[in-house]
């Protein structure tokens, strides 16, 4: 059996949205933020297989924090607060290996 992962690497975004007035991911510009990381990537070529996956998530249980991503397998957790912020995880992250540490949560 190969072993190979079917994604390099996993971005989940969380799209969260609440009812209860508690501070949510989907009220600070989650849904832009997914859609440009997934717009950016396919026109990088980098998203399919074997290549990055960018999800849409539930709750990640770290509102106050948010809006948030987790990246995987490192499991590297990161807050912005615009697509330039998701451009620089994307060119730094994901493409260049590195630690966004500006935005690491």
Request: net charge negative.
């Amino acid at each position: 059996m190969d072993n190979t992962p079917y994604f390099e690497q996993h971005v989940f975004i969380c799209m969260n949205q609440r009812e209860d007035g508690r501070p949510c991911c989907g009220d600070r510009g989650a849904q832009a933020a997914q859609k440009h990381a997934k717009k950016r990537l396919k026109a990088l070529d980098l998203n399919g297989q074997g290549k990055i996956r960018i999800n849409q998530s539930g709750c990640l249980d770290r509102c106050e924090e948010g809006p948030v991503l987790v990246i995987y397998p490192q499991g590297t957790w990161y807050t912005y607060i615009d697509t330039d912020d998701i451009d620089d995880i994307i060119d730094t992250h994901l493409i260049g290996g590195e630690i966004v540490e500006r935005l690491k949560i």
